[in-house]
Structures are given as structure tokens and as C-alpha cells.
């Protein structure tokens, strides 16, 4: 590519894309990011921003070498983020209390157990017996068994992360574009111009980062992207009584403690399509989840509920690299549940590819090759 400022278009401002164009400004690269709703206005802006990269889809097995280098990415970006943004998005590492109310959550707790004392220093994981866990947190259900205490993931407020790459990639030498793309411009096998409604934006390359979208933006390339919408929904609750600073799991739902003395209860999964509207079913299922956790939370107040769209792809991993049959297009979206999480380490993936056409973060295996599709499995 030739360098030039603004010479790569990013295809939406969710935590990917503008992790593209973070590590692209690192690399001294300019970028117009493209967006019709704004930055973080999707999935990224509502996630409950929990990191867990010892566990989930895919890990242990192809996802946990890109799980675990990007959450160390993470933790070694955010001092940079806060100082250049100013966007306190409160990164921390995080305690969880998951809780056994049967013989099934306790097996399960197990392999946590298994995935956390294996891992390295900086995890760890201890056993509460039921008098342990009612000392721990009082209004923790009777019912319940005993429960496994993790320690070493982290948490983050996901839309302010988000905000904070965006306006940290702005600094050096970013450009956000508020507009919808409706298509592109193409000489050979490379695209030349991102079309919007106002315009054409001329590029020496493209990351497509499009989320649940990405199957809009396959089509303008003549490539079939899997990806579909995953609906999740959260209620932000604020208890009559604050708990105390872990988050708990059980019966279904995380009980995360966030700012302003409220608690998240999440989070649904569903295919509804592009219904991203809060549902009522949705609600009891999460407010009987957490009553059955801790009863006190049948008494606090709703704050807000919300819903957005993942993007999942059939084999609920990401898809990262180039696009089959094109030299100057990449592809960013997929990843799910794991967005936030893996974010660092695919922005910085797409960068590495874009600038010098490889990459050491391990993404290799996410093309779009493994769905049957051609092109180079480096990508």
C-alpha cells in the first residue's frame, strides 16, 4: 500500500474497526472510518464488557492462542488509550463468583476450576463452601450449593473502550466519516472508493468491520461473509443495597457490579434477526435468573434495558484477513460474544496485514477458507 494518510477505509466504528485504525495510526497509518450510526452505537457500545480468555466458544481449541494474546493486548494498551484519549473506560482486573445451586453447575465449575489453575500466575481460582459463600455475599440464595471464586479476567466499560480508540486513532491522524456506505468502486481485483450517500472516499485498501452487517458489504465484493445477528439483552438494575465488588453466576445470568452503584444482569442469546428492540420475555427470563441468584434483586430498580446485534458466525469463531480474490480488502467481524476481548489482537492483525501483508498475532485458520470459500488461509 502507499502509506498515505487516510489511505485505508475502515467500514464501521465498533470496537474493530476502530482497533484497525488504533493500530494503524502505531504504524503511522492514516484512516477514514466510516459510520452510519456512530461510534459504538451497536453491539460494542452494550456489551457488559467482561473479558474472560480462559473460557468459551472455541477454548480451549482454535480461538484460545488469539483469546490470550489479545487479552494481553489489552492490558498493555490501556494506560496509552486513557492518557491519549482522556476516556477513563475503568479497565480492571476482575473477581467472579460463579455460583452451584446442582450436581451439573458443579461439574461444570469444575472445568472452570481446570481452565483457571492451569493457566498462568496472573489466574487463579478457589473453592467456597456454602457457609463461605453466604459469608462472602449474604443474599446469595439459599439454595445454593457452593461456588468457585475466578480471579484475573478483566472488565471495562465497552462503549467508552471503544470510544477511547476512536478518539485515540483520530489523534494520530484518524478520520471519522458519519455516513452510510451503499457501496464501493473496484479497478481489477482491488477497490479503489468506499461510495456513501454523500460521496466517495478513494482508499489503497479496506477493513470491513461491519458486524452483523458483513453480509451486506460480501455482496458488494461478489464474497459470501456467514455472519448473522446474535441478539443479547442486559437490564442495568441499581439494588436498594449495593453488593459487594465481585461479580456473581448462576442460575443462567452474570450479576455484574458497575458504576453508579448498579448491577447488570445479563445476558440473553437468541436469533431474532435484526430485531435489536428490548423484549419482555427477555426480561422475566433475566429477572428469574437473577431472583433465583440473589432474591434481593426482585427489589431493584430498572434503570435501563438494553438489546443489541452480534455478529456470529456458523462456527462462532471470528473472521479475520483478506477477502478471496481481492489484493486490498480485510475482513474484521464475527467474533461474537468475544468482540471486546478480541479486539486488540484482530484490529492489530488487520494493521500488520494492511501495512506489511503479515502478521505475528495468531489469527491464522479465520479466513474464509475454512467455510469452503478460496483465497489464502495466511490471510
Request: charged share 25%; glycine share 14%; with cysteine.
Amino acid at each position: 500500500m502507499s502509506g498515505e494518510l487516510n489511505d485505508v477505509a475502515i467500514v464501521g466504528a465498533g470496537a474493530m474497526g476502530c482497533a484497525a485504525a488504533y493500530y494503524l495510526g502505531r504504524e503511522g497509518v492514516g484512516a477514514t472510518i466510516v459510520e452510519r450510526d456512530g461510534v459504538a452505537a451497536h453491539a460494542s457500545g452494550y456489551s457488559a464488557g467482561g473479558l474472560n480468555p480462559l473460557e468459551g466458544a472455541g477454548i480451549p481449541g482454535p480461538l484460545a492462542p488469539l483469546a490470550i494474546t489479545s487479552f494481553r493486548m489489552h492490558k498493555e494498551i490501556w494506560p496509552d488509550l486513557v492518557e491519549r484519549s482522556g476516556i477513563d473506560f475503568g479497565p480492571r482486573v476482575t473477581s467472579l463468583v460463579r455460583v452451584a445451586f446442582d450436581e451439573s453447575d458443579v461439574a461444570e465449575l469444575g472445568a472452570s476450576f481446570d481452565a483457571f489453575d492451569s493457566a498462568d500466575d496472573s489466574f487463579s481460582a478457589v473453592w467456597l463452601n456454602r457457609d463461605e459463600l453466604r459469608e462472602l455475599e449474604p443474599r446469595i440464595s439459599n439454595d445454593a450449593l457452593c461456588a468457585l471464586e475466578t480471579s484475573g479476567n478483566g472488565a471495562l466499560d465497552s462503549y467508552r473502550y471503544t470510544q477511547a480508540l476512536g478518539s485515540t486513532a483520530e489523534k494520530m491522524g484518524a478520520e471519522m466519516v458519519s455516513g452510510a456506505v451503499i457501496g464501493i468502486e473496484t479497478r481489477g481485483g482491488r477497490v479503489t472508493s468506499v461510495v456513501t450517500e454523500s460521496g466517495k472516499i478513494p482508499c489503497g485498501a479496506v477493513a470491513l468491520a461491519a458486524g452483523p452487517w458483513s453480509e451486506d458489504v460480501g455482496r458488494w465484493l461478489g464474497v459470501e461473509v456467514p455472519v448473522e445477528p446474535y441478539k443479547g439483552e442486559i437490564l442495568r438494575m441499581r439494588p436498594r443495597r449495593s453488593p459487594t465488588e465481585r461479580d456473581f453466576q448462576g442460575a443462567g445470568v452474570t450479576l455484574y457490579r458497575r458504576e453508579r452503584d448498579q448491577v447488570w444482569i445479563g445476558a440473553t442469546e437468541e436469533r431474532k434477526g435484526f430485531d435489536a428492540s428490548p423484549s419482555d420475555s427477555a426480561k422475566r427470563t433475566l429477572m428469574d435468573g437473577a431472583v433465583r441468584l440473589m432474591p434481593a434483586m426482585g427489589d431493584a430498580e430498572l434503570v435501563l434495558h438494553t438489546a443489541c446485534l452480534r455478529p456470529l458466525t456458523p462456527d462462532w469463531l471470528p473472521i479475520v484477513g483478506k477477502a478471496p480474490g481481492w489484493d486490498n480488502v480485510y475482513l474484521a467481524t464475527g467474533a461474537g460474544k468475544k468482540g471486546i476481548l478480541l479486539s486488540p489482537g484482530i484490529g492489530k492483525a488487520v494493521a500488520d496485514m494492511v501495512v506489511r501483508g503479515v502478521t505475528d498475532v495468531p489469527v491464522g485458520g479465520f479466513g474464509l477458507s475454512r467455510f469452503g470459500k478460496s483465497g489464502d488461509e495466511s490471510d
